[in-house]
């Protein structure tokens, strides 16, 4: 029989649950996105759903800058699981953390390498990140696609994980992240 914690876990803060619920908001519009827009060739031009997904993208990046400053000055009160659930949940808070800040970084990079402008709320203008008909540039095109992939098995193992604390362990992992989550001992 697998033990029930009786402790509630301490929540997470408004502001990581905020941040975390907007990037995964962002996340899922950028998949709808990316499955739904035209490929991209040599003479695409950056309209419609290929412009929101710029947009949507440099949107990302912001709240991921936001995200991991927030992180790194704000440690979470460490819940109560077991010592290799914790190291793989590290691993895996890590490796996602990588991943949703180069699938959109290299985006970017491919975005300029065509010569196009990416816009933070279509008004903020981001640098450019490679000089235009960059082979580098247009290369990262390719990363991009496939890091996406592994952004996308990132989350479902993450979302599994979530459901295997509340499912099978039974314990209060996931109600950390949720709104009704109550309130927080997080201080910062």
């Not at 990302?60 to 010592?83: F, G």
């Not at 990588?98 to 975005?111: E, F």
């Not at 095109?141 to 193992?157: C, K, N, Q, R, T």
């Amino acid at each position: 029989m697998v033990k029930q914690y009786e402790v509630r876990t301490p929540a997470y803060g408004v502001v990581a649950r905020a941040l975390h619920w907007l990037v995964a908001l962002l996340i899922a519009l950028q998949f709808v996105i990316g499955w739904t827009m035209p490929d991209v060739h040599k003479d695409t031009k950056p309209v419609g759903l290929i412009a929101w997904h710029l947009g949507v993208g440099a949107t990302l990046i912001a709240a991921m800058v936001l995200r991991v400053i927030w992180r790194l000055t704000h440690r979470p009160t460490p819940d109560e699981s077991r010592p290799l659930l914790d190291v793989l949940s590290r691993i895996t808070h890590f490796l996602l953390y990588v991943a949703l800040l180069l699938v959109p970084l290299v985006g970017w990079i491919n975005a300029s390498s065509r010569g196009w402008t990416v816009r933070l709320a279509g008004m903020v203008p981001f640098p450019s990140l490679s000089k235009p008909e960059s082979s580098f540039g247009h290369q990262m095109g390719d990363v991009h696609g496939i890091l996406a992939w592994v952004l996308f098995a990132l989350i479902v193992l993450h979302i599994v994980a979530a459901l295997f604390h509340r499912l099978v362990l039974k314990d209060h992992v996931l109600q950390r992240m949720l709104p009704s989550a109550g309130p927080s001992r997080e201080t910062r």
